[in-house]
């Protein structure tokens, strides 16, 4: 797909597996909420897995943009329940769909870019709804040659390098961070592209990575300057 409809249903399936990865998303929360400002979107939101542990009090609003019809049911369901915070408003639909007077001080692909195929012009039209100083927050998978039957399962269409993840931004906007996360995973990575070829982690191998791996990467990634990693976080400001 050279970019997804307005009403599409999420090929993967990882979604469900992922969210009890706790250990991860408090790391991840960690490195991106000094990041945030008041007026959020949050492209590709899934089922709100990010959007709670991200959206506190300190937003003013949080648009969690999503194609999938089911997934922004469950976010509502979520909002409804009380379980995100008020500002939270869940919206159908791609970035194209949004009016172009729409501005954010904060813009959010946490594992989202890699499953858009013209990622650059992508990139440029989330620049356009950008507030003067308002940052873009990328989070994708490292490194094409881990590139997996995982990574084909559930859409992606590419890993990244701080290389190409450099070239996908456009003109006019800074970039201020690109960082490896995750250095212990790498090698988990490293044997399911070579060794298992699995196209989907089982419960057991996701629970020993968040409650093994990823803390010791949390170390690890502070020693070795976040040079190299299983996931690679860029920020850029306008």
């Known amino acids: 797909m050279a970019q997804p409809s307005t009403s599409e249903h999420y090929i993967g399936t990882e979604l469900e597996l992922f969210r009890h990865a706790t250990n991860w998303k408090e790391y991840l929360a960690a490195q991106i909420r000094p990041l945030l400002g008041q007026r959020v979107l949050e492209v590709g939101a899934g089922m709100g897995g990010t959007t709670e542990r991200l959206a506190g009090n300190d937003q003013t609003s949080w648009v969690c943009l999503e ?50 195929e013209h990622d650059a012009a992508e990139m440029a039209a989330a620049a356009a709804h950008l507030s ?33 993840l450099r070239a996908a931004a456009p003109d006019g906007l800074d970039c201020v ?29 996701l629970r020993f990575w968040d409650r093994v791996l990823v803390p010791l990467s949390r170390w690890v990634d502070r020693l070795t300057a976040f040079t190299f990693g299983k996931s690679i976080l860029g920020v850029w400001r306008k």
């Open 132 to 164: 003067p100083g308002g940052r873009i927050v990328v989070l994708s998978p490292s490194y094409q040659w881990l590139y997996s039957p995982f990574d084909q399962a559930i859409g992606h269409y590419r890993r990244y390098s701080r290389k190409t």
């Open 177 to 205: 961070r690109m960082r490896y996360l995750d250095s212990v995973g790498v090698m988990a990575s490293a044997a399911n592209r070579f060794l298992m070829k699995q196209g989907m982690p089982t419960p057991s191998q």
């Open 67 to 116: 194609p999938d019809p089911e997934l922004i049911r469950r976010i509502q369901e979520k909002c409804d329940r009380g379980e995100l915070p008020r500002g939270c408003v869940p919206r159908q639909g791609i970035l194209s769909d949004l009016g172009s007077d729409e501005q954010f001080d904060t813009i959010l692909y946490i594992d989202v870019l890699e499953h858009i």
